[in-house]
């Protein structure tokens, strides 16, 4: 059952990011579905984000979705190192307005995907997990069929 | 068995796009995954596109790449009327780049995400449709497992 | 006569653009223009959306004025479905300040055009609506003839 | 009847923008419709320009299409002087891929708009001036509701 | 003597840029160099200020500094017309920052160039409008050489 | 006389740079202005164009252009050292197409303009430079006068 | 031994710019490293400028680094007069959110190198200064390592 | 001695790279510098990547230069893993040109920084390492000097 297991790892690379990231939070507890939420810099901290991301698969999550502003690296190096699918965030920076960090996470090359998402689209992030938890999990599925029913109303 | 029925609509809006989403279909013959290729543009063609849309799920697929450029509607109007995970080509553009098709297709509202992938980027789409086939079935799993060590050497 | 039916339909994507749309709605009654505002997202309720826009011409309305913002696909999505003349009003973004709404709404592919204007420029979306049924209608163009005269003083 | 004067007039600034500007005739001879094509820069002729502006409506034109590149202002110049409604078509450029054509014809201030199409987009221009004809003359709406059709075969 | 006669006109599109254009008029006060302010936009106000701008060189001034935001064709317009120089200061705008000003003054054709400043850059068009009439008036010059001495302590 | 003397120091950065620059050339021996063509890059070779730039009024010449591409600091360089007023002139770059060129040679700061055209354009750097030296040179301006009329015919 | 002259020379164009480039001293002090920092336009005082840039060996200092906004060609202008290795930093602006900086300071040409960091990223300059001191100094080098170490914890 | 150890490792994401990272193989053979070039993606041989990122200084290296084009995360994943100063060259894209590279390679977030050069600018990059190198050896730095000199006639 898809509910007694955190299914998606959310990580973002600054404690600044939980703001933006937590409208991925609120649809997750919306559906009733688990969550790790982890803080690690994939510049700052290589080794423990690499670590991490090397366990993603055996530690049982499913979908993961990571958050970054700037030179975004985090979810292509998340990516690097697992066979999970990676939903990346692109944080709106002060400069550039975000395109710096859409374009460090949208760019990645070829082999390599991140599933990118609007910048601080944390919420879409949250229902693309949803809708690739919907092909394995029936439950979820259902829920996210009477969700998008009720957008349109 | 996953190797029995298509899993993955490959659409573009124009014939034109044929030669990039070409990537796509080199890596689901690679690993002997089966897809249907729509030529149907959203503006042009839209109730074609939207009933196409629509029944996407009733027809068996379970993932759909969508590749398009310009003001390139089509990743989000399919996805507008599906539950399955859309995932978005920005096709390169003569005179901007693929920088609007880019943010035509990434750019979603809240409720109705697109997957974006890098512009010409429709190899990578189909790794990531991949990775998120490989959620439900093991075979095609253990076949990306692979290559993704096939990568690293 | 002019005056006695709705000629325009000014559609928006979002509760939150109609601030900005509102300047559409003043030259609409400074000229005495009859027109009907409606609420109606491309992408989280496209049956709605679609089922409004083939109608449009069967309902009396001659001109349409779409605003939209990010991937603002409303504008092309109506023109899509109409033979009415749509114009497109990119609504300013946080991040990108609009040039995603620009480019998502005026790059539109050849047969499907939206006669685009600037970032929130929706008093300038009326003030070509009534251009364009001045053609027909010499009432409105006697009175467009005098707001033309008059900006010059 | 519409089809024995001519009611849209295609200005242009410069003789080498005549090839981008044939997209716009091919589309009107498609559809029988009798134009004018008038070369004449904003910049290096402006008394020449604004005469031809100012004497559109009264010479029997209906609908305006003006393309130019670079500091593209000859839509601009040319809707300062007319109540028809005009047309902008950003040329592309060598340097900036035409975004420079397309800010400097979008961006008009309140009161004076251009109905601007995209990049390069002078066949979509036509379209767009042959959905406005239509509103007032049955013939060529007719024949534009074939087009549409056609567009979706 | 330069002392006796306005050289210079600073013309602006509206109302509202005349806090930027201000720094011109500071500049122009300390320097003790006469100056004639003009409203009057392009677009809205196409006879006047052709009249205008045609008129330059018969009224005396010598110089002209033209600021504008938007598709800011006002600086062009004004040089279509006159053999003066003609400086254009581009206005900062709330969505592009100013790019597409910036752009739409400095992409000027062959034949008919604007001598563009910064973007808000409305000091530094007083200062090229001194260094230009430096060439001829000794007593500017003379000011000048110590205002550039200043500069650098 | 004007005819004498060389009134304008046309510099570059790079000897790549002349084929663009040659349009300025053109254009001085069309109107029989000499000028006096120097290739320094404000770079390599700093103490040359410094000693260049400051001798440059005490040589005679009364207006200068500078061409140059990339982080194009030239133009600036040689405004910070001299009273005379400085056209730069943007060169087209292979990567950003001139955007870094001309945003290096136009964001100024206060105190020091460098009167800046449009990306390659020489030929209209060398048009202002003509139009500043009319004020002061009535051959000049006569000869001006002429060409103006000439481009409106 | 490191601790008893100064090493690095931060220079600024402008006073405006002391808040951003407190950063880079906030770092330095932590570090114990000596400084001294300077406020010289490269446009406004360029005698002093460049004076100060060709002594910059000379006086002892071993890293520089420049902070610039707008048209930012201080690190240039620097790099042009030193052999010293210099950091430049480009300064967010109002209008362009600092990409004009950025490309200003960061597409040197062939042969005067600056080694640029992110928009505003101040303290990342000393960063690298640090590192850059740490391959000749083995108690800087020291220090380094156990704030590297610092990072990951 | 400098001459009897590599001191510099240059670093690409793939074999297209070679062409223009060949930029600095020749500085450093034209100054005597031994280099060890490595080809390892960051993103499909995260290990490889990061085991050799970490024993780079431990191997002798004194400075990295790492090239990358689009997402270009392979500088700043070295820069996470090393003490060493690491030299960025962002590749120029078919697509946008470099700019995504170069805004991958440069908003590094505070505490790691990449020392950016322009675009395809691995002359330069091989230059600052020079300049790094030069502050340490005193033969290296004898040789840049006359480099130095050399630039300017």
Do not use: C, W
Request: hydrophobic fraction near 45%; proline fraction near 4%; avoid cysteine.
């Amino acid at each position: 059952m898809s509910e007694n297991k955190k299914l998606v790892a959310i990580i973002m690379g600054s404690k600044s990011d939980e703001d933006i990231m937590k409208g991925a939070e609120d649809i997750f507890k919306e559906f009733g579905i688990k969550y790790e939420k982890i803080i690690s810099s994939a510049h700052r901290m290589p080794e423990k984000t690499s670590k991490f991301a090397k366990n993603l698969k055996a530690d049982g999550f499913e979908v993961v979705i990571a958050g970054a502003g700037k030179a975004a690296h985090l979810p292509g190096v998340i990516a690097s190192y697992t066979t999970l699918p990676v939903i990346g965030v692109p944080i709106k920076t002060d400069d550039l307005g975000g395109l710096d960090s859409l374009l460090s996470i949208v760019q990645m090359p070829a082999g390599v995907p991140v599933a990118t998402v609007a910048i601080n689209g944390a919420k879409n992030a949250a229902i693309l997990a949803i809708q690739i938890l919907s092909l394995k999990y029936l439950e979820i599925n259902k829920k996210f069929e009477e969700y998008k029913s009720g957008l349109a109303n």
